[in-house]
């Protein structure tokens, strides 16, 4: 879990393009917002490789998936055919959420 959170934080640097394009328009501040999430789930993921903080990492982590799910709400019903990533992998995004949630929860 922890590797996923670093990559995927890792990723709002490498590729910014692609989270900025998924932000929903009535949220400000969209690049600031993209490097501030990446920087967050990069301390998450590190901190739950420490057993003294892993707990508070990962209600963290259960958190910032609660708070980014309406960008991928977004990135779905604001999805144009051909661009990006297949319809069905944006539907299957959302239940994943869930299961992210979870998984993060079962380290609290």
């Known amino acids: 879990m922890s590797g996923l959170y670093i ?11 692609f989270y ?3 932000m929903p ?10 490097a501030i999430s990446g920087v967050v789930e990069i301390v998450l993921g590190l901190l739950l490789l420490m057993p003294e903080y892993s707990s ?7 958190a ?3 708070a980014i799910f309406p960008a991928n709400l977004n990135h779905l019903t604001s999805a144009k055919p051909g661009k990006g990533p297949p319809l069905w992998v944006l539907y299957l995004r959302l239940p994943l959420q869930g299961v992210l949630i979870w998984w993060a929860y079962l380290f609290t």
């Open 64 to 66: 910032m998936l609660i």
């Open 7 to 17: 990559l995927a934080g890792t990723m709002h640097f490498i590729v910014p393009k």
């Open 20 to 22: 900025l394009r998924i």
């Open 25 to 34: 328009r009535y949220i400000p501040y969209h690049k600031a917002l993209v």
């Open 56 to 62: 508070l990492a990962a209600w963290g982590i259960v």
